[in-house]
């Protein structure tokens, strides 16, 4: 049987600090802290709903994010060439998928100016991620290159959960396809394990003599 009295409002005023914290905390983690301040374990979901409560009222139910698509759409009506590929994954719920969400993932995005001038600049890529701060956390990954001038010119973009295998493996393998086909690329990277397991597997097209990978020191 569930506690009545212990709903989710009463949950989500208990788990808000750790929600803020961390907005990235498992379902487990504030199940363990509620059991532990109340004495009584309460269901997956009851505490499932709690955490959206409280990020809703953190972050404003992430709204900003709905905005996406429409920025894609826009920016491709008055830029036309523009590349934008945006990835979402499903809202669960325990094992089951709730069908009438999703939740943000993964956004790439090139701008044609930036296509087009590469085929002038030097034929290398630089790739690396920052770390977002904020309301929103995540990951940028950025690819540049340097024109005749040496001078720095960014020509990929895309926001990501964090610096793992999979997301590198959807950035460059986009980059490839829309940037970068060419052969004989350099590609300079730090020694992100992640970065090197994707050139590795990446079907060869990161590999020699297609490209050429150096380290940044």
Not at 113 to 136: D, Q
Request: with cysteine; charged share 15%.
């Amino acid at each position: 049987m569930d506690h009545t009295q212990l709903n989710y409002h009463v949950i989500c005023a208990s788990i808000l600090s750790l929600v803020m914290a961390d907005a990235s905390v498992s379902v487990k983690v504030l199940q363990n802290a509620v059991s532990s301040k109340f004495g009584f374990k309460p269901s997956y979901r009851k505490v499932w709903m709690a955490k959206q409560k409280a990020i809703a009222q953190i972050y404003r139910d992430w709204e900003d994010y709905n905005h996406i698509p429409r920025w894609i759409t826009r920016v491709q009506l008055y830029m036309p060439g523009t590349i934008a590929v945006l990835r979402t994954s499903p809202v669960r719920v325990g094992n089951t998928v709730d069908g009438t969400k999703i939740f943000f993932h993964r956004l790439f995005w090139m701008f044609p100016p930036c296509i087009e001038a590469f085929k002038y600049c030097i034929p290398l890529i630089s790739i690396n991620g920052t770390h977002l701060y904020g309301k929103y956390e995540g990951t940028l990954l950025m690819a540049l290159t340097q024109d005749g001038n040496l001078n720095i010119f960014l020509v990929a973009f895309r926001l990501v959960e964090g610096e793992n295998t999979d997301s590198w493996k959807f950035f460059l393998s986009h980059l490839r396809q829309h940037m970068t086909p060419q052969p004989v690329i350099l590609v300079i990277s730090d020694q992100n394990n992640a970065i090197k397991a994707t050139l590795v597997t990446e079907d060869g097209r990161w590999l020699l003599p297609m490209a050429y990978h150096a380290f940044c020191v």
